[in-house]
């Protein structure tokens, strides 16, 4: 939920309402301009299927999710998945993930410009989440898939879920030792 109050009424209403202990612990102020001030409601409910969604309901960072999983670190990677998304989008998913810990970011030792993005722990975990929901699209969706995703179920085919997880889990933690030892 986002309110825009308008930078006068924002100070009135300070004078006259306390705005501190209400606002301080349910909304976050961010001062996009001079002229306006943006409430951004956190913490809306104690629901943990709602705490979830506010930080990855939106497609884009499931997407991000499954691009780090296929092996993409950098920006310019992400930018070209045939999802094509807004490079201002990718910016903000990519700082909200690292704001909660899901991914981290480095740079290479030869090459300081070039931010490098993996999963942390709490992003590996998320694994089991995309991969529950390609599976209830392969049940639930009358879609021909690509190329990968048929190579994905052909992957899955003999193998538990659990299984599937924890092996692509572990793949996924070897990848990116290695790339983070360069």
């Known amino acids: 939920m986002v309110v825009k109050v308008e930078f006068w009424l924002f100070f009135l209403c300070k004078k006259f309402v306390k705005i501190d202990d209400f606002l301080a ?3 976050k102020f961010v001062l996009p301009n001079l002229q306006t001030y943006q409430v951004m409601k956190t ?9 979830i969604l506010d930080i990855v309901g939106d497609k884009w960072s499931l997407l991000i999710i499954r691009d780090l999983f296929l092996g993409k670190k950098t920006f310019t990677e992400f930018m070209k998945s045939p999802e094509k998304i ?3 989008i990718l910016s903000n998913r990519l700082d909200k ?5 899901l991914i981290k970011v480095t740079k290479l030792p030869n090459d300081r410009k070039t931010k490098l993005y993996y999963l942390t722990r709490k992003g590996i975990d998320m694994f089991s989440v995309v991969h529950e929901m ?3 699209s392969k049940r639930n969706s009358r879609m021909k898939f690509g190329p990968k995703s048929a190579q994905f179920f ?3 085919e003999n193998l538990t879920t659990h299984d599937f997880i924890k092996k692509s889990q572990l793949a996924y933690i070897k990848y990116r030792k290695n790339f983070l030892a360069v």
Request: aromatic share 12%; charged share 15%; with cysteine.
């Open 25 to 27: 612990k349910h909304y």
């Open 43 to 51: 913490n809306r409910s104690r629901c943990p299927l709602v705490n």
């Open 86 to 88: 807004a490079s201002n």
């Open 97 to 101: 993930m690292i704001k909660y810990g």
């Open 134 to 136: 390609i599976n209830w």
């Open 154 to 156: 052909n992957t899955t």
